[in-house]
């Protein structure tokens, strides 16, 4: 009887980690196309950025040539999140087919670790061009619109 409840649980077991939830080829690509769409948004927030550092680091507000450096290191880095962006955009393939469908769903989950380093790019970038936005007096682009649309 032991045996038989073993046996029994041992088949349970391999049974239930056969059926792994592992997502489908569409379900995974239709989440890198749901991130692309929101950095496609979230790019007219970093080239909005970039702008109005530019147009401070033109301007009289800056207090020495160290804070010059930086703002201009700022603007590459926010350059390099939209070159990023557009690489990406560039090679990928929405239309791959792949040998079998394994190849299609690794293909997408590669798709995936590559679209979410653009996102954390785009994340760090315009969180530090924000806060120095706010340094200098700029509203940062989400923040001017919406006083904007108040008036």
């Not at 690794?106 to 996102?119: C, G, H, L, P, T």
């Amino acid at each position: 009887m032991k045996k038989l409840i073993t046996f029994g649980f041992c088949l349970s077991v391999i049974l239930l980690g056969s059926c792994k939830s592992e997502p489908d080829v569409k379900a995974v690509k239709k989440e890198v196309l749901n991130i692309h769409d929101k950095l496609m948004m979230d790019g007219e927030k970093v080239v909005k950025n970039k702008m109005k550092l530019d147009s401070v680091l033109k301007s009289d507000k800056i207090k020495s040539a160290e804070d010059s450096i930086k703002l201009a290191d700022l603007i590459v880095r926010l350059n390099k999140a939209d070159e990023n962006m557009m690489d990406w955009m560039h090679f990928f393939k929405d239309d791959f087919k792949g040998k079998s469908e394994q190849e299609d769903l690794d293909y997408y989950k590669s798709e995936m670790v590559k679209i979410r380093a653009v996102e954390d790019g785009y994340i760090k970038v315009t969180r530090e061009s924000d806060s120095v936005l706010k340094v200098y007096n700029v509203l940062p682009a989400e923040k001017m619109e919406m006083e904007h649309h108040k008036h």
